[in-house]
């Protein structure tokens, strides 16, 4: 696991954009590594270094830490922090929906004596985070902007809102069909329970030149879940997709850089 996640893209891109900012090195310490730091603290400053938990949906994954981060502000520990966990929470949580799914097909496949891999074996991170992103936030006015931005970013050819072709999307080859252009939904609960499933498909398998899908909640993914608003399966989806804009840093270069880790580009 520990090999996959620091070799990601993602992660090489956040080192570089703490090296270059902060002037600060940055490592990843599993909880077998830290002896002293207990992974269900908070973020803490301890022997100099900035320590910062990496876990979501409950589950502790590993902790960020910033090495000689006593010589910086308050408010670039928070900035830095909040940083960190937009990009790696969403990583990990993928990575651990894959382990899941790898673990329950082992168990299918072996006999019942047969040890199966622990949620430690390593397995590589799907590349399909880079075309479905989902973007949370309180405020619905913010989500549009923000697509249109992650749009231009990607260099697609075309910006389409999802309700305009819907009709013609019947199944995951129709979505793929539509090529290396971006699609805004810009409420997943607009989407048809059929139009969840094909996009639930539709991340496994995809290419450079699938569409961009762009997907926009102005609710909690966890209280959609918990209403019965959207299916468990279908919200694993988004929470591993899931781009939480309040979080997001105000500075416009800092904002891009942000955007360039999640898109991978």
């Known amino acids: 696991m520990s090999h996959n996640v620091l070799q990601s893209a993602a992660v090489e891109r956040l080192k570089g954009i703490i090296r270059s900012r902060y002037g600060k090195g940055f490592q990843i310490r599993w909880i077998t590594d830290i002896s002293d730091h207990d992974g269900d603290e908070g973020v803490r400053l301890h022997h100099g270094h900035l320590f910062i938990p990496i876990q979501t949906s409950n589950h502790y994954f590993a902790t960020a830490v910033i090495e000689e981060a006593h010589t910086m502000s308050v ?4 900035t830095i922090t909040e940083l960190v966990r937009l ?3 969403p ?12 673990n329950a097909k082992a168990q299918t ?10 949620i430690h074996t390593p397995v590589n991170l799907s590349a399909n985070s880079t075309l479905v992103i989902c973007l949370e936030s309180p405020n619905p006015h913010q989500i549009p902007r923000l697509s249109f931005e992650i749009h231009e970013l990607a260099q697609r050819w075309a910006y389409l809102k999802f309700s305009d072709i ?4 019947h199944n995951v080859e129709d979505l793929r069909s539509l090529g290396s252009l971006t699609l805004w939904v810009q ?3 607009m989407l048809t329970p059929h139009h969840r499933t094909i996009i639930e498909e539709y991340i496994h398998g995809v290419s450079s030149d699938s569409p961009l899908l762009v997907l926009g909640t102005s609710s909690s993914i966890e209280s959609l879940e918990t209403n019965e608003l959207i299916s468990s399966s279908f919200a694993d989806v988004l929470k591993s997709h899931r781009l939480q804009v309040e979080r997001l840093p105000r500075n416009s270069d800092l904002l891009q850089e942000t955007l360039e880790i999640m898109l991978q580009v």
Not at 91 to 102: A, I, K, P, R
Not at 109 to 118: K, R
């Open 75 to 78: 408010d670039d520990h928070e």
């Open 166 to 169: 819907q009709d013609q999307v």
């Open 87 to 89: 990009v790696l929470e």
């Open 109 to 118: 496949a072996q006999p019942l004596n047969t040890e199966v891999a622990s």
């Open 91 to 102: 990583e990990f949580y993928n990575w651990y929906l894959s382990q899941l799914s790898h």
């Open 187 to 189: 409420d997943i609960l």
